[in-house]
T-cell receptor
Framework: NAGVTQTPKFQVLKTGQSMTLQCAQD?????MSWYRQDPGMGLRLIHY???????DQGEVPNGYNVSRSTTEDFPLRLLSAAPSQTSVYFC??????????????FGSGTRLTVV | AQSVTQPDIHITVSEGASLELRCNYS??????LFWYVQSPGQGLQLLLK??????LVQGIKGFEAEFKRSQSSFNLRKPSVHWSDAAEYFC??????????????FGTGTQLKVEL
């Protein structure tokens, strides 16, 4: 089925470990984003990309790196995990088109716990 | 910068009663506006969106929302709430009619509880 696929669904890390959250979409969407969701704070934008090779910071980028080597993939890297990064992470994508076609497709999320 | 305010953190309604969830936004032009619903442990489901035209938007599950430019509001309504509507609801604003930009800004959410 077409959509946004996130892996893994659950992950426990120790403080200081590194890991990559994977995000892939098969809709040929130009735009992709990463959000984190924390209780009482809604979803906050971490990083986003408007196309392969182009990324930019969102509202809460510290501690996270991204790259976009292909249209399909947008991995999120935690270089040295901290307990403050315990959260649920959502990847989203959309076409560059506006109007009726403007709409985000979200992945099912990755629940990350840093101990 | 765009922003969204959902002033009600928690709302409790009786099953069968009407519902209105408030959303106020800040954006320099006509925005794209969205309402999403999230059940516990689940992802986000789009209820409806507004980008132009008729200011009353119909969505899934019997929900509707009204865009009021003068009040910078996009309130979500449902005439008769069902127990299965208990969830968290998020209002969000995206970049304007040009379609450019890739920032979707969310409110902090409203947790809906439905009493039987």
């Amino acid at each position: 089925n077409a959509g946004v696929t996130q892996t893994p669904k659950f992950q426990v890390l120790k403080t200081g470990q590194s890991m990559t959250l994977q995000c892939a979409q098969d809709m040929n969407h130009e735009y992709m984003s990463w959000y984190r969701q924390d209780p009482g704070m809604g979803l906050r934008l971490i990083h986003y990309s408007v196309g392969a090779g182009i990324t930019d910071q969102g509202e809460v980028p510290n501690g996270y790196n991204v790259s976009r080597s292909t249209t399909e993939d947008f991995p999120l890297r935690l270089l040295s995990a901290a307990p403050s990064q315990t959260s649920v992470y959502f990847c989203a994508s959309r076409t560059r088109q506006g109007g009726e076609n403007y709409g985000y497709t979200f992945g099912s999320g990755t629940r990350l716990t840093v101990v | 910068a765009q922003s969204v305010t959902q002033p009600d953190i928690h709302i409790t309604v009786s099953e069968g009663a009407s519902l209105e969830l408030r959303c106020n936004y800040s954006y320099g032009a006509t925005p794209y506006l969205f309402w999403y619903v999230q059940s516990p442990g689940q992802g986000l489901q789009l209820l409806l969106k507004y980008f132009s035209g008729d200011t009353l938007v119909q969505g899934i599950k019997g929900f509707e929302a009204e865009f009021k430019r003068s009040q910078s509001s996009f309130n979500l309504r449902k005439p008769s709430v069902h127990w299965s509507d208990a969830a968290e609801y998020f209002c969000a604003v995206g970049a304007g009619l040009t379609g450019g930009g890739n920032k979707l800004t969310f409110g902090t959410g409203t947790q809906l509880k439905v009493e039987l």
